[in-house]
């Protein structure tokens, strides 16, 4: 079982650059969270998804779009780069469970943009 | 503005010692979670509270929320190099209505020299 999957790990872009980010999951999740992780700040939303079509904004969404045609797939995409975007990006699932609940991260994808 | 507070930021202990993690806001939560990530990884969910006063062990970590649920803290006795890493609490954001958004505490990175 992969669980959630990122690609790509790293990656270096020049200002003004796009790039997406890629996010799969395999445990037909229906929620899906993207968050920025910087240095002592912890983990900011980005933008989140109840499910198919239907995306909304977090806390930090300026700069970064997203889309949710499938269940499995939730990919970021960032339009004109800039350094304030340099960051260590995660996607989580939920699982909600009839006790509690938890949230599955992949691995990350560490961008650099210069 | 909700805010959870984490402290302290950094600790570098001796295998053996003792320690506790700090989780604080001035906000009322439903629930608390722990989250342990490693490098180059995301969080890994330890555990999660739910209960004013409730205290939840994981073999020789011990989590308490507090009893006004504002607070929690995390308590690993005779601390071993494989319990280095950063150490994140994190709160349903409050009006989520049941989106399972969370806000994170900035972390706490542990550092257990053997």
């Known amino acids: 079982n992969a669980g959630v999957t990122q690609t790509p790990k790293f990656r270096i872009l020049k200002i003004g650059q796009s790039m997406t980010l890629q996010c799969a999951q395999d445990?037909?999740?229906?929620?899906m969270y993207w968050y920025r992780q910087d240095p002592g700040m912890g983990l900011k939303l980005i933008y989140y998804?109840?499910?198919?079509?239907?995306?909304d904004k977090g806390e930090v969404p300026n700069g970064y779009n997203v889309s949710r045609s499938t269940t499995e797939d939730f990919p970021l995409r960032l339009e004109l780069a800039a350094p304030s975007q340099t960051s260590v990006y995660f996607c989580?699932?939920?699982?909600?469970?009839?006790?509690?609940?938890?949230?599955?991260f992949g691995s990350g994808t560490q961008l650099s943009v210069l | 503005t909700q805010l959870l507070e984490q402290s302290p930021q950094f600790l570098s202990i001796q295998e053996g010692e003792n320690l506790t993690v700090y989780c604080n806001s001035s906000s009322v939560f439903s629930s608390l979670q722990w989250y342990r990530q490693e490098p180059g990884e995301g969080p890994v969910l330890l555990v999660t509270v739910v209960t004013g006063g409730e205290v939840k062990k994981l073999k020789r970590l011990t989590f308490q929320f507090g009893d006004a649920r504002k607070d929690s803290s995390l308590h690993i006795t005779a601390a071993q190099p494989g319990d280095t890493g950063l150490y994140l609490c994190?709160?349903?954001?409050?009006?989520?209505?049941?989106?399972?958004?969370?806000?994170f505490g900035q972390g706490t990175t542990l550092q257990v020299k053997p």
């Open positions: 989580a699932s939920r699982h909600r469970g009839r006790v509690s609940e938890k949230l599955f």
């Open positions: 998804s109840v499910g198919a079509g239907i995306t």
């Open positions: 445990m037909n999740h229906n929620y």
């Open positions: 994190a709160g349903p954001s409050h009006g989520s209505s049941n989106t399972g958004k969370l806000i």
